[in-house]
């Protein structure tokens, strides 16, 4: 996972970016929103073609859009609920897409190869990083761990398709994705231990203080 200084860096620089720009014009942060999952299609139909080359880097100007809708929606003031859900489900659709691309290009020039399978596991994974993570903080748990978050899933994605080396990348993401799904698990099941440790303790002093 990258640093939370590296990340607060650079919300910083994009929030006085887009400040500057967007913040000036009537774009919402709703519609900027929408961008992402639309020119990702794009490189679907890339990636699917074969053009992993330049797939990889309208996946990469696509994402971009992901930063910028947040900072807009602070310099406009249009944070909402709705807002952080709409942004956070198309983020799953895209992320879907481009492993979309990928399994429609191999499934074409190398059928019953262990790339489809590989797709299918890192897919997965990539969900369950999500979902596990949406799950636990509606049980009120604090669940910001692991090492591949949506950033750094998106950085090797683009590395592994400007490079030619999917393969490589492809593994990595199914291997290390259920490793940060399984993180998240346990993290949380430490933070439910200790509330229970920490409720069983409390009762017998109460108790003893009754008496």
Known sequence: ??????????????????DRTLGRTSLSASELTIVCPILTFGACWLLASGAFFWGGWVVLFASAFDMLDGA??????QVSRFGSFLDSTLDRYSESLIFLGLLLYYQQAAPGSNEVLLIYVAITGSLLISYSRARAES?????????????????????GLVTGWIHLILWALAILTHVTAIQRCVYVWQQSRSETMSSRSIGPAKRGEQQ
């Open 1 to 18: 996972m990258l640093s939370q200084w590296f990340h607060a860096r650079i919300r910083h620089l994009t929030d006085v970016l887009v």
């Open 72 to 77: 807009l929606a602070r310099s406009k003031n």
């Open 139 to 159: 049980l009120h748990f604090d669940c910001r761990v692991g090492l591949l978050e949506r950033p750094e899933r998106i950085l090797l994605i683009v590395f």
